[in-house]
């Protein structure tokens, strides 16, 4: 499948310093492709959950309602309640946002962003717009270097080298994640952001105004908890993580599923991304013979434990693959005016690519969008 680099450390119980390299193409789309062959009732999955509305309410009420009730609690308890149940919540609404991201819960784009904003309320920070667009990166180019974000830069990788700098970069990796892109690829903010932004900000004044800063902080310090050293947060890790050099997508069949959307079913979600979480578990058991034989997870703490305390395991245990450049014209819906660009894709025919606010494109094509999904 491929290798590490030519800077390799070898020796036993020695961290590696450079990437798993592969020179193919990414599994997913060619097991899609071998599955739907054997199995084509598995696009009778494929579609929005009609529950996800409700299940996101439910909890952006619950998690907001919870912050009002602490607004004069010592700073312990609300740490403590924090971690044991509020990191549980926000990191529900950042798996619902990863749910959106790929229009899962309406057949209408637009109303998915919606939904998306409004789970971010409970989040204390704007993600739902920005993290769409780099997200779907992630799984149109996974690992190709230079595009996917998901990946940890060179910077974290060489200062990120023992037991102690991974014990904190676990503690401090929702930064990363956050922050990681907006350093390697940024992107120009759209007219969805500044609206993601201002209502975030707006929610999150009110709730200073009215209940104070302990009931904001209870916000601030679940998602901080929640995507830290935290058993919700082991997905960050095992998903992509390699310990087994042959494969570079893990899944993870465990109780925590129940409240994650079932993300744990990664390599299932990444072969179809079109099924909902509450239908993930399916595509195993109607073509199991695709997945029994992948390695799995039935713990995300014991994988947190295992990046930590393994010596050979760190921010370089992830797959790349180089990208081949090819030329794409591409034009902005709100122009209309077609020009030309390059773009780093990993050797597949993209005849048609949408990107958040541009269409790349290998012709023109008539872009028909309304206004709100112009921005």
Known sequence: ?????????????????????????????????????QYPQIKDLFGPDPFALFKIAVVVLLQLWTATLLQNAGWLKILAIAYFFGSFLNHNLFLAIHELSHNLAFSTPVYNR????????????????????????????QGVDGIDMD?????????????????????????????????????????WEFINTFIQISLDAFMVYFWGWKSFAYLILSTFVGGGMHPMAGHFISEHYVFNPEQETYSYYGPLNLMTWNVGYHNEHHDFPRIPG?????????????????????????????????????????????????????????????????????????????LASQIAVMEPVKCEAAWWERC
């Open 114 to 141: 919606w939904l998306g904003i409004f789970a971010n309320l409970p989040i204390g920070v704007p993600m739902s717009v920005t993290f769409q667009k780099y997200h779907l990166e992630h799984h149109r180019f």
């Open 151 to 191: 990946i940890p830069s060179h910077t974290e990788a060489h200062l990120v080298t023992n037991v102690i700098s991974k014990s904190i970069w676990v503690i401090l990796q929702l930064f990363f994640y956050a922050l990681r892109p907006l350093f390697l690829k940024p992107k120009p903010p759209g007219c």
């Open 278 to 354: 509450n239908k993930l578990y399916k595509v195993k058991e109607i073509a199991p013979e695709y997945y029994e034989g992948l390695h799995s997870y039935k713990s995300w703490s014991q994988v947190i434990y295992m990046y930590v305390m393994d010596r050979t395991v760190g921010p370089f245990s992830r797959m790349k693959r180089k990208g081949a450049v090819i030329r794409l014209r591409w034009g902005r819906q709100r122009r209309g005016g077609m020009g030309s660009s390059t773009m780093t894709v990993n050797g597949a025919r993209w005849w048609r690519l949408k």
């Open 1 to 37: 499948m491929g290798g590490r680099g030519e800077e390799r450390v070898e020796g036993e119980g020695v961290m590696a310093t450079d990437f798993f390299w592969s020179y193919t193409d990414e599994p997913h789309a060619s097991r899609r492709r071998q599955i739907l062959s």
